[in-house]
């Protein structure tokens, strides 16, 4: 009766919950592989192959106890659009049921079959995403649970696949978005037939990266500019391989590792965090990924170097250091101009960015007090965004040491 259907690329944090948690309803799951052509400037040169994820997915899938559900395509797809098409078209049971590989499924049976004797098309899951094994954001007022309901279900014979692009949640040029078709809201079921948990800002730094990278350079090839390398205009073709003309691939790769999405932080004063209730079925692997996304976003700290670029801003993962009073060490390898470093505390009313310094420096060392915001309740979440102008504007890139002394 159901297809499910997984596109995939370096994504494996999540993958084996994401592939048991439709598992025990699908009958059998439809997995495409593979990187997109526009970002093959970007993954060839860091090592990365595009035709296909890295031995950790590929063991994961292996290893998955759903071999006999599986049917697996990979290959370099011209883009998002495509690689969907392709996928749905694969699926070949009466429903289509979509899940990335940072999502855990649960279908309400009793609305599925509402859903499956209706007269609509398209099926919505509930969609909290979370930050933490207990908390979920949200934009300040919103009824919804964090991100209004995901359509996820789709009847094939209702809906083909060019089709059912219109109702997903992509991040497209508008060029892709003119190939579109016009959604139809009246296929759309009413209610959700469930609820998802969006881990996506639970990955782990690692494959936080691979995402940062598609959202990071999925900008640049829209706008022909890159925001932290402001003298370079790539043009309107956009060509991404120019970057490593100024930084190269591994420098390239620490540099995001410092920001937002691959940390999975919502940079935004607007949202706040709420409670959302977990299924004691899953309450153990949500936990357990919480676990392994702080162990690793606060790695980098402990390594103590980082990367960054002159003008630009890296964010430092430091909520298991800080403690009243804390300072902060910063060593640069080549002296600058002029610094802004800000506290960033998470709580469940929302972000709050506290200064601890904005100035000259003069120097290749700058040391300054990490004040506490001005909030009673303890963050759940602690970082550090530093950014540093040199005087000269090459080279481009520096090295900076970050330590929390005491």
């Known amino acids: 009766m159901i297809s499910a259907c997984l596109l995939l690329y370096n994504d494996h944090d999540i993958l084996r919950a994401a592939l048991h948690s439709v598992g025990s309803f699908a009958d059998e799951i439809v997995v495409v592989d593979g990187a997109y052509e526009w970002l093959a400037p970007i993954l060839g040169p860091a090592g990365l192959p595009t035709d296909r994820s890295t031995d950790e997915c590929l063991d994961v899938l292996n290893g998955s106890g759903l071999a006999h559900k599986i049917r697996y395509f990979s ?18 049971r009466d429903l289509v049921h979509l899940v990335d590989a940072d ?43 964090g991100l209004p309901p995901k359509p996820v279900l789709f009847k094939r014979a209702r809906v083909s696949a060019p089709e059912h692009l219109a109702y997903l949640w992509l991040v497209l040029r508008k060029s892709e978005e003119a190939e579109l078709s016009p959604k139809n809201a ?20 690692e494959t936080g990266l691979h995402r940062c990278r598609f959202y990071v350079f999925n900008w640049i090839r829209e706008h022909g500019t890159v925001p932290w390398l402001p003298e370079v205009d790539l043009g309107a073709d956009a060509e991404l391989q120019r970057v490593y003309q100024y930084v190269s691939p591994p420098d390239l790769d620490q540099f995001l590792r410092g920001n937002a999405v ?38 980098p700290l402990r390594r103590g170097s980082f990367f960054m670029l002159n003008g630009s801003t890296f964010i430092v993962d430091c909520s298991e250091r800080l403690a009243p009073g804390q300072r902060l060490a910063l060593t640069f390898d080549q002296p600058i101009a002029t610094a802004l470093v800000e506290r960033i505390s998470v709580f469940p009313g929302g972000l709050v960015r506290t200064r601890a310094f904005h100035g000259p420096v003069g120097a290749t060392e700058l040391h300054c007090e990490l004040p506490a915001p001005p909030v009673p309740e303890r963050p759940f979440r602690d970082l550090v965004s530093i950014s540093a102008w040199m005087s000269r504007s090459r080279p481009p890139a520096l090295h900076v040491g970050v330590a929390l002394p005491g």
């Open 262 to 299: 691959s940390l999975g932080l919502v940079d935004d004063p607007a949202v706040e965090y709420f409670d959302v209730a977990i299924d004691p079925t899953w309450g153990p692997t949500v936990r357990a990924a919480y676990e392994s996304f702080s162990r690793s976003v606060s790695a």
């Open 75 to 92: 290959g370099t797809w011209k883009n998002e659009l495509e690689k969907r098409a392709f996928a749905y078209d694969r699926c070949t």
């Open 186 to 205: 009246e296929l759309m079921h009413a209610a959700p037939l469930g609820r998802m948990l969006h881990l996506s800002n639970l990955r782990t730094l």
């Open 103 to 145: 999502e855990i499924h649960q279908l309400d049976e009793v609305e599925l079959r509402r859903f499956v004797q209706s007269a609509h098309a398209v099926g919505a899951l509930e969609a909290p995403l979370l930050a933490t094994d207990r908390l979920a954001s949200r934009r300040k007022g919103d009824p919804h649970l």
